[in-house]
């Protein structure tokens, strides 16, 4: 069973046994949410240990993690304070280095992982980005992504989020940015529906079981090779 933790009650996450440590992931809600809604995507995590903070901003009886000018166009410096924000949480409840830390956004906070990703992705093994675009100023930084394991969904139907905002970031995620990306359009609109949840499990899944293959079988650091 996944192990839900909110912004009140993270912990540290226990540390594996140095060859393949247990998946951490931060989710990120939508805007007008909060941190229970989380609780969605248990099995989607399962095995992982799954922490949610709350928004910054009270917005829409819930909470928002930056200020928009007009759908998937944030004011900048909201976004920046939303970013040192989520770095400084991250350090408090999932220490660095941890080498498997994970995002997940939806919408709002899709757009808040993708500007994490952005400015620290040497933090992250990369992330699941559920209607929500990259919002971060442009032009967006070659390769920044490098070797990121990156899945972004969002709905064939939406009308909340400019279709273009969504298939510009789509295109850096999968040609400049350097991650391995994979994007998918899911039946619906801006939600999160049954096929998309289904979706990212299979995706976590697999991304977690080839990172501990590579874990296992690469030679432990103080191994000495023959001459």
């Known amino acids: 069973m996944t192990k839900i933790e909110t912004s009140v009650g993270a912990k540290s996450p226990p540390v594996g046994d140095g060859t393949a440590t247990r998946p951490v992931v931060v989710f990120l809600h939508g805007r007008g949410s909060d941190e229970r809604s989380a609780a969605m995507f248990a099995t989607v995590f399962e095995g992982a240990t799954l922490l949610a903070p709350r928004g910054m901003l009270p917005e829409g009886g819930g909470y928002a993690w930056f200020r928009n000018h007009s759908p998937g166009v944030a004011d900048p410096s909201s ?33 808040a992982a993708g500007a994490l990703l952005l400015s620290k992705p040497e933090l992250y093994r990369g992330a699941i980005l559920i209607s929500g675009p990259i919002v971060s100023e442009r032009p967006w930084p070659v ?40 994007i998918l359009t899911a039946p619906g609109g801006h939600d999160i529906s049954q096929s998309s949840l289904i979706a990212a499990r299979k995706w976590f899944a697999k991304e977690v079981e080839s990172s501990r293959h590579a874990a296992l079988e690469s030679p432990p650091s103080w191994e000495i090779a023959q001459c």
């Open 79 to 111: 976004l920046q304070d939303c970013v040192d924000f989520l770095v400084n949480w991250t350090d408090v409840h999932a220490p660095p280095p941890d080498p498997n830390l994970w995002l997940c956004g939806y919408s709002n906070g899709a757009a």
């Open 143 to 182: 390769a920044r992504l490098r070797d990121l394991s990156i899945l972004m969904i969002y709905g064939e139907d939406d009308l909340v989020i400019p279709r273009h905002l969504l298939t510009a970031s789509a295109t850096y995620l999968t040609d400049a940015s350097g991650a391995r990306a994979s």
